[in-house]
T-cell receptor, first 111, second 114 residues
Framework: GDSVTQMEGPVTLSEEAFLTINCTYTATGYPSLFWYVQYPGEGLQLLLKATKADDKGSNKGFEATYRKETTSFHLEKGSVQVSDSAVYFC??????????FGKGTRLSVIA | EAGVTQSPTHLIKTRGQQATLRCSPISGHTSVYWYQQALGLGLQFLLW???????NRGNFPPRFSGRQFPNYSSELNVNALELEDSALYLC?????????????FGPGTRLTVT
């Protein structure tokens, strides 16, 4: 079945550091790919998405590129802030099935 | 525009009891999804309702059930609660269909089973 694998956390970075959270997927067909963010005590918010190969999703300084050849959708940000501390989930949508999520990566940014 | 709302925020039950969780989707959304977020297990899909009908179901036992009302709000029922049912239950809604429509999540209901 479809699955998403993302890097284990927690990830701890200093403010203004570069962030990469790796995400790879297994799916039949051509899935849409998403990154969701969960701030402490809140539900999930859609951060960015890409619906076809080579698409780049971007939002709030975060970006991720849909790479079909490596089945990856890595999340990057050039300069993280303390307010970016949250749990990040990679997810895919394929066919007529609901979202399949990775296990989440907790990011802590220290000043 | 109001987002997805869920109630209650927290729910404490004892093993063997039943729990009922409620979700109101964003106005105009007809699809409602339920997910379980248990510690260390990530997010697992539970149920999908669209226009009053169950469209898909995750790999959960039958004691997890639900329904969707004519106003598109939804209820999740968990019977014969077990300790491992303790989790954050998230509801999401979207416009009809899921292939391209984004899912918007509520803040969740934290269920604790003692």
């Amino acid at each position: 079945g479809d699955s998403v694998t993302q890097m284990e956390g927690p990830v701890t970075l200093s403010e203004e550091a570069f962030l990469t959270i790796n995400c790879t997927y297994t799916a039949t067909g051509y899935p849409s790919l998403f990154w969701y963010v969960q701030y402490p005590g809140e539900g999930l918010q859609l951060l960015l998405k890409a619906t076809k190969a080579d698409d780049k999703g971007s939002n709030k300084g975060f970006e991720a590129t849909y790479r079909k050849e490596t089945t990856s959708f890595h999340l990057e940000k050039g300069s993280v802030q303390v307010s970016d501390s949250a749990v990040y989930f990679c997810a895919l949508l394929s066919g007529n099935t609901p979202l399949v999520f990775g296990k989440g990566t907790r990011l802590s940014v220290i000043a | 525009e109001a987002g997805v709302t869920q109630s209650p925020t927290h729910l404490i039950k004892t093993r063997g009891q039943q729990a009922t969780l409620r979700c109101s989707p964003i106005s105009g959304h007809t699809s409602v999804y339920w997910y379980q977020q248990a510690l260390g297990l990530g997010l697992q899909f539970l149920l999908w309702y669209d226009e009053g009908e169950e469209r898909n179901r995750g790999n959960f036992p039958p004691r997890f059930s639900g329904r969707q009302f004519p106003n598109y709000s939804s209820e999740l029922n968990v019977n014969a609660l077990e300790l491992e049912d303790s989790a954050l239950y998230l509801c999401a809604s979207s416009l009809k269909g899921i292939r391209t429509n984004e899912q918007y999540f509520g803040p969740g209901t934290r269920l604790t089973v003692t």
